[in-house]
């Protein structure tokens, strides 16, 4: 073996040595990122808390049920009080006896009838950004719900008005038989008449038909508007002159129109309310492996963030703490050469950097997780180690001491949670910010790891050339910082 | 640069303040030889090993070892030097064997040339406590194996700072048989020591102060530096007259008599090889009988003392100029 073999095997051999010979260090190693994501598992709830929530009432809608709000509001909002004094319960909130406040509108039906929206007022004290989305999405859903419900209320009366419409249209339905007959009988008299009385009962139908509009709307909305409503029908009866030859034909058209409109009010009361209010379903097809539990989703991110961190504080002690001893002056009298220490040290701490992944790997597949491919995922992890060992050689060349290194470490810990995409999604971050994201190896390793993990594509080889051409370019600035601390003369 | 020289320093300053670092240093460093350079804490005897060594670079002057820029030494050169530090630097978890072991693989030597580990750890006598962690081991053993790793490649020319401080004197003294041991097999050594006394063991030594060199010499040329010359105590059979004494006076090299008791004195003589016969004549001429007539060796704390005294007495003169 040659010289510079036997001292890259030399670093080599003295690292692994110094890590296994700290029992508790690869107990810790080990078990600790292991344990963190168990309760993190079992500890994570993915619905939001229940809110402790009061309903204050009007007191002149003391009639509005607030049972049916309640409802309205769903699971999340927990009602615990109704009361009428609006100051009380802003004053129970204050204290923290409750989460949310609803006070429900004043004379809400004038309110209404004046043109104007009536507001639900949701008052909290909350300042979780989190939960203060949460409680603005469930106030949303919670007032639509309540305004689906009254038209739904509004419909199911409309329906029953609908009856004697549907009634209507075959008596207007029997005047153009008639209409017909006398026109072919050529009795113009009776036949202007009776076009008369069907213009008026067309019309005083129209007025009634509270229906319609809605109808009209959904078809609109679905692109499958009809032709056919009552003051288009009432406009062209009015415009038949009973002695044109052709009048017979336009009669029997609109007592055609007549029966589909019948059909129509039929079928309108037939549908359930509710799926008129709300006629569209979201039907949501994942294409995506979709993880069973919260904690197998957030585990590739925490897996990255570990090991990275990992990565980063081993190699941030090891050079420093040879600074500390004074091993550098060695170092630096003897044929040692930086490429040849550095090699030594990325071999090793990627062999015990990547036995923790494995061994966390493994754990993560045991509760249910899957890799994709192992040869990717193997790619993958052994990249964001060598990355993130050399930035942990940058911070090396940094520090003075061991606890400036760990502070570091720290710190690149602590900014990756926030720019690595682990907790907030990396699209959230504004274009110059997200630069910080891909100066972390973790950022890389998340996005290949989630790819893998939960997609049914392939990790775009982007990620994994970004990762690698990072990995290249810290080495290199690591090898020149370790040049000026161990190689040249101070 | 001489055949004869390994490591040649001409007029080399490095400053790390008024009175810190080293000033005008001339140092030459033959074959074979151990060189002593002995100064009390602070006196720049660390500074002067790292400018060596090519660890500092000097602010001014030039230095040669084994005929290169230390600050630019090649791998090759690297490979024929030893350096031990001052402070025992060792990798807490790894066992002694291992840190032996590690030191080794830095000069390319592979793990498994057993022979010559174990024949390093023979000569530090280090056998049986080699499996101990560095904790584990006294600072004598951890010293040791510090010198071990320093010359299991065999070095040529070795830099050796303060490897003796803190042992007891008896550790110290084997340490001393070993670099003599080596210096007899050709190799150089450039040994730094608190320790005054050591500065016996050395072939040649430098005494430095405030990072200055203020004597550069043998152990004998030390003395008669230090004292103006040898040293005789002359023991009367009975005490003499105090004139009768003033008149062994002119014997001396110059100085005045220093009474140790009633009956004896010590004289600073040229030589001490011709001072003795005619102290003997004056005696018979004086009708004065002695007891006896020796030469004394000051011990090296009182020929170090001597020399940086006069020093701080502020003369301009080092003590060897006075010659």
């Known amino acids: ?490 | 640069m001489p055949e004869s020289s390994v490591a040649v320093a001409d007029d080399l300053t490095r400053s790390f303040g008024p009175d810190a670092g080293v000033f005008d240093l001339d140092l030459t460093l033959d074959r074979g030889v151990i060189v002593g350079l002995i100064g009390p804490s602070g006196s720049g005897k660390t500074t002067t090993v790292r400018l060596l060594t090519g660890i500092l670079s000097p602010d001014s002057g030039t230095v040669r070892v084994l005929g290169e820029d230390p600050v630019h030494f090649s791998r090759e050169t690297r490979a024929r030097i030893g350096y031990m530090p001052q402070d025992v630097v060792l990798y807490p978890d790894l066992t002694l064997a291992e840190n032996l072991k590690f030191a080794a693989s830095l000069y390319g030597m592979s793990w498994r040339r057993r022979d010559e580990l174990e024949q390093i750890v023979d000569f530090v006598e280090l056998n049986g406590v080699m499996d101990r962690l560095p904790k584990e081991a006294s600072g004598g053993e951890k010293r040791r194996v510090m010198l071990a790793s320093t010359l299991v490649h065999q070095p040529e020319l070795i830099f050796l700072d303060e490897p003796t401080a803190g042992l007891d004197p008896v550790l110290r003294r084997k340490l001393w048989d070993r670099f003599e041991d080596l210096a007899d097999a050709g190799r150089s050594l450039l040994v730094t020591t608190q320790y005054v006394g050591e500065a016996a063991y050395c072939d040649l030594v430098a005494v430095i102060a405030r990072g200055r060199i203020l004597a550069l010499a043998t152990p004998d040329e030390l003395r008669r530096m230090a004292f103006g010359g040898e040293v005789l105590d002359v023991v009367f059979v009975e005490q003499p007259s105090r004139a009768m004494a003033e008149s062994l006076a002119a014997l001396s090299a110059g100085k005045s008599l220093e009474w140790l008791d009633r009956r004896s004195v010590r004289i600073v003589v040229n030589d001490a090889g011709t001072a003795g016969p005619a102290i003997v004549k004056w005696a018979q001429d004086n009708h004065v009988e002695l007891e006896q007539t020796e030469p004394y060796l000051p011990p090296f704390d009182d020929v170090f003392v001597e020399i940086v005294s006069d020093l701080s007495n502020g003369s301009d003169q080092t003590p060897g100029d006075r010659e």
């Open chain 1, 1 to 490: 073996m040659s010289g510079g073999l036997v001292r890259v095997w030399g670093f080599i051999r003295k690292e692994i040595i110094s890590v296994l010979r700290q029992p508790r260090l690869v107990v810790t190693l080990i078990l600790g990122p292991f344990l963190i994501l168990v309760l993190f598992g079992l500890g994570y709830r993915d619905r939001p808390p229940a809110f402790k929530t009061e309903l204050v009432l009007p007191s002149e809608q003391a009639g509005l049920a607030s049972a049916d709000l309640g409802e309205a509001f769903g699971s999340s909002i927990e009602l615990v009080r109704t009361s009428y004094d609006a100051e009380e319960a802003r004053a129970r909130l204050n204290r923290g006896e409750l989460d949310l406040l609803i006070i429900a509108p004043d004379n809400a039906v004038e309110t209404i009838e004046q043109g104007n929206r009536a507001d639900f007022v949701v008052a909290h004290t909350e300042v979780d950004p989190v939960l203060r989305a949460t409680i603005n999405l469930l106030s949303r859903l919670s007032i639509d719900e309540i305004n689906r419900r009254v038209i739904a209320r509004a419909i199911e009366r409309a329906q029953e008005g609908v009856e004697a419409i549907d009634a209507g249209i075959g008596q207007l339905r029997a005047v153009t038989g008639e209409l017909v007959t006398a026109l072919e009988a050529g009795d113009q008299q009776r036949a202007e008449d009776l076009r008369a009385d069907l213009d008026e009962g067309l019309l005083g139908a129209d007025q009634n038909a509270s229906s319609d509009a809605l109808y009209e709307s959904v078809g609109e909305a679905l692109g499958t508007e009809s032709e056919t409503s009552l003051s288009n029908l009432q406009r062209d009866v009015a415009e038949i002159d009973v002695n044109d030859p052709s009048a017979v034909d336009d009669i029997r058209r609109v007592d055609s129109s007549l029966g589909e409109l019948e059909t129509q009010l039929e079928q309108a009361q037939t549908v359930p309310p509710e799926i008129l209010v709300s006629p569209f379903n979201a039907e949501i097809s994942e294409l995506a492996r979709v993880p069973s539990t919260p904690a197998l989703f957030y585990g590739p991110g925490a897996l990255a963030l570990l090991i990275q961190h990992l990565a980063v504080t081993f190699a941030a002690l090891s050079l420093v703490k040879e600074k500390q001893l004074g091993l550098v002056e060695v170092f630096r009298v003897s044929p040692l050469g930086v490429s040849e220490a550095l090699t030594g040290k990325y071999v090793a701490f990627t062999v015990i950097a990547g036995a923790v992944a494995a061994v966390l790997s493994g754990a993560m597949l045991v509760f249910g997780a899957r890799v994709g491919d192992p040869a990717v995922f193997a790619l993958t992890m052994i990249l964001m180690i060598i990355a993130s060992l050399g930035l942990g050689f940058l911070v090396s060349t940094v520090a003075r001491t061991d606890t400036q290194a760990v502070q570091y470490s720290m710190m690149i810990l602590l900014v990756s949670i926030f720019f690595t995409g682990f907790v907030l999604p990396l699209e959230q971050l504004i274009a110059p910010i997200r630069v910080i994201s891909f100066l972390l190896p973790a950022t890389y390793g998340i996005l290949a790891l989630h790819e893998l993990m939960f997609r049914v594509a392939e990790v775009e080889p982007m990620i994994l050339g970004g990762l690698a051409l990072y990995a290249a370019v810290l080495a290199v600035v690591a090898w020149w910082g370790m040049r000026q601390d161990v190689a040249k003369a101070d």
